[in-house]
């Protein structure tokens, strides 16, 4: 094997149809660069880049973790077959190896690889286009990010949330246009949080690397919104939806009197501590929404 830290650019393959090695792509890899030695800490198992192209991000990443001796297995996708066609000859020309895997974003491997990748890495279509030219044929489907430049990140953002591990960092390129800030906003949702890694301005764009990593403060909010709707009311699903407020309600106030009548003055749960009137005020308000006290 080569003993190239990253991919060097004259042994990276190109064709007609698929997008060269450009600013974005030397940023992604610098932020990983920037990032080597706490990858190399973490000791990914599997590692997968969503939308490869040249291959020059796979590359330098299956370089920066030790190639084929790291133990880490990776994967790359891409929905132009051209693109997984010059990827091979792109890796094959450094000595490493990944899967080349011909789909849209990750289409086809979330039964496989749900909850096991701890690295992926995206160089998303960002450029903020009409959403007529996304995904279409040839290479703009590289960049033709739809309004905004969202359209394909945001199909993204859910397929990292079920495919990242718990101990998952996701690697994503964003343009200005693309409104990091509520992107983050986005994966806190999700229990991510979230830094930049490398911003870098160019004569044409202003671009972010965002890493992002489950947080435990950020998995518990939004477990929390993920249990209540909009009024408050507990929801876990739609039919027979009044069952499980009731039920939780009752429990509740079930409680709270074990704890006055036990002198317990405190229950603690997933890091959050209650009183005995916390719990009955909690069942005061799922009674209150079923008795007609709701945004309904």
């Known amino acids: 094997m080569m003993s190239y830290r990253i991919a060097q650019i004259r042994l990276v393959n190109s064709h007609p149809e698929v997008y060269d090695p450009c600013d974005d792509s030397f940023a992604l890899v610098d932020a990983l660069l920037a990032d080597r030695t706490n990858l190399l800490e973490h000791r990914p198992i599997f590692c997968l880049e969503i939308g490869c192209g040249s291959g020059y991000v796979i590359t330098s990443l299956a370089l920066l973790l030790g190639g084929d001796v790291c133990g880490s297995y990776f994967i790359a996708t891409d929905i132009n077959p051209h693109a997984l066609d010059v990827t091979s000859d792109t890796l094959k020309a450094h000595g490493v190896h990944a899967e080349l895997v011909n789909t849209d974003v990750a289409a086809g491997l979330e039964g496989r690889l749900m909850g096991l990748v701890d690295v992926m890495v995206v160089n998303p279509p960002y450029v903020p286009t009409p959403e007529e030219e996304v995904g279409c044929d040839g290479i703009a489907s590289a960049w033709a990010g739809g309004e905004n430049g969202r359209s394909v990140i945001d199909k993204i953002l859910p397929i990292a949330d079920r495919l990242l591990s718990d101990k998952g960092w996701l690697y994503m390129v964003t343009l200005t246009a693309n409104d990091p800030s509520d992107i983050c906003l986005q994966m806190k949702k999700k229990g991510y949080a979230a830094c930049i890694v490398l911003q870098r301005s160019t004569e044409e764009e202003s671009l972010h690397v965002i890493k992002f990593w489950q947080d435990p403060n950020s998995k518990l909010e939004a477990n929390k919104a993920k249990v209540l709707n909009h009024g408050g009311l507990i929801w876990v699903t739609e039919w027979n939806a009044l069952q499980y407020s009731v039920a939780s309600a ?42 007609g006290s709701n945004p309904m």
């Not at 890091?271 to 209150?288: C, H, T, V, W």
């Open 250 to 291: 009752f429990m509740a106030v079930l409680y709270s009197d074990y704890m006055f009548w036990s002198g317990t003055p405190t229950l603690y749960c997933n890091g959050d501590q209650y009183e005995p009137m916390d719990l009955r005020n909690f069942a005061i308000s799922q009674a209150n929404y079923v008795l």
